[in-house]
């Protein structure tokens, strides 16, 4: 008997009639078991499982409507054994009634075998194509359950400081079409992403893997926040089709810096929330969806504030605002707001938000993935700060430690001379570790040597070539009022000529058991007294925090050795690192 | 028919208007109110007085509306948005690529 032969099952009181039916089955190439009387073929169908069933209505013990009702409701919604009533009731109501029990099709005695055998594939035909569904369905659900396991399991299981943020994460489907990111910066900085691409399930995801990737290679290699937005805008525009876009907002927290910066990309507003529940700040979007133009528009610029230590920077997706109730009301910001507010006053802000969710919407369908990440502006690992030399007490004297090259010249040296609108443009300090990766290879001990490059540059562009005090960075007004006067002066400086410059200049000396670099940093500023604040032209660490701020008071503990020259505009520090000892 | 378009009486507009919701499920619709629609010069002017609510599929479909609109060198108006939908406007900063009255 071949495997896929079909089974009916007829159920009917007249043993006659059963016995027609299944030679006219059988002609058909189904086996057939046969019931007497509606319960029995109940009984039959839960044993059998048939792939079709043949039932009269009027029998004894049970009608056959019953026996349907009861049929169909172990059958469940998804499959699909066709049931064809059997009958000589030739009356529209029990045509009706037919339906209403749940029967798929009725047959008419008297009929030829020849209709009966139509009327046999056409249910057949039926029943493939429910099946064929079915399959394709389940296709579909493995396909989405595997990139949902990618997601949550791959990409964002490598989040940084996963214990430290708070995530609301409901998907409409299978697949959220949102994606929450984070990542460490090489100087302690931390960067977040908050992206909610149009749509939702699998359709939407197909950017979550290239944004991914992009976000955490450039957050690693230093790039700025713009940068990163920039690159991601042309990705998606390359990647998506037109109708597709990633609405995104993004932050870079510095928690030594007490500052964040911001950009929103067609999210709703973003939030900073002081501990005692006070919106400080909100995040407007400023910029079309990433995806939509080919590059960034031209006044594209990150939003700056300062935090507190204990503030909490929030972002959410329309999916929270336009979440309805039955009565089809939207649950809104102000409703959003007071659910955030409450809970912070219980350190639950999630929680509080999921509650009042819950209670608005009751149990309506979700339309939209939800979705919000909770940042606290404090709290990430401290900067590792114990790169400096520290030489193990087994060494003996007559073997030096550190051996330079005998006529101690640098194995290289590297300069970087950039003028005009490239300060303003260009971000040097990625390109300047790159070219140290691509020379010495990768390691832990350019994280300091990073952290000091953009200090000391940063120093020299904000307070030597754009000449801003950084004493109104100390307090509220005077900080925005600080970048937008740097974002002014560097505006102007996109007409200046040769005259604004900053050269970097880098000097590698091979140790035998580590390195040195010496960085020479000159600006084209005006330069400060150095008398004032120095003696014999180095820094006492107490002092560097007077000199310019909290950058260089980070500086001096990473640094050798520190000296400004040249009334403040040129910085020479240096950077020695050992190699990882290995204590035999 | 939720999609419904005319002709002004100079011919020199093509006006779509959307009521009530504005989402996925009128893809195709939007998409016939417009695909036809070659003539150069002429002004697109979605009307969106009627339409209670907008998805971000339907900011997909206005950015594939304004592809449209491009190749045959016409110009797109967004027309009298309700609140709620000009708040999705501007979240996606719509106004920035096109223009909305």
Redesign the interface.
Known sequence: MPKNQKLALVVDDSKMQCKLLSVLLQEEDYRVVVANDGASGVDMYIEHQPDLVLMDINMPIMDGFEATRRIKKLSGVGTLAPLIFITSMDSEQSFIDSVEAGGDSILVRPFTPRVFKAKIKAMQRISDLVEQVKSLQQEQLNDAELAEKMMSGVIEARNFALDKIGVIKKAATIFSGDIQLTALCPNGDINVLLG?F??HGLRSSIGAIPVTETFRAMTKKGFSILDIVAQLNRQMYTLLP????F?ASFACISEHDKSAYIFN????EGYLFSDSGLIKNRF??????LG??PKL?PDAQLEVVQVMKTDRLVFIT?GIV?ARNKSGD?FGFPRFEKAAIDGIFHKKLVDSVLNSLDDFCQHCDQ??DISLVEVPCSGWQAVELSHKVAIPETFTEEEDFFVTTPDSSPSWTYHLHLTGRLLKTINPIPLVMNQINDLEGAGEHWQSLYTILTELFINGLDHGVLALNSSLKNSAEGFSQYFNERSSRLDKLAGSGIDDFIRIALQYYPLSHGGKVVINIKDSGNGFDILDVMKDNSIAMNDGLKLSGRGVELVNQLCDTLEYQEQGTLVTASYIWHNPVKLN | MTVSSRTSGDGKELIIAIEERFD?SLHQQFRDAYNRVTTPDLTFILDLSQTEYM???A???I??LK?HVQLCAGQLIISRPSD?VRK?L?????Q??MTIE
């Not at chain 1, 037109?242 to 876009?245: A, H, N």
């Not at chain 2, 501007?90 to 719509?94: C, G, P, S, V």
């Open positions: 909610d149009t749509g037109g109708d597709l876009f609405a990309a067609g999210l709703p407007n979007s400023t910029h079309p969806p939509i133009l528009l329309d336009e939207l339309e939209d | 996925f998805d971000s599929s900011l997909g479909m950015l594939l592809d709620t999705i501007e979240i996606a900063q719509f920035r690529l």
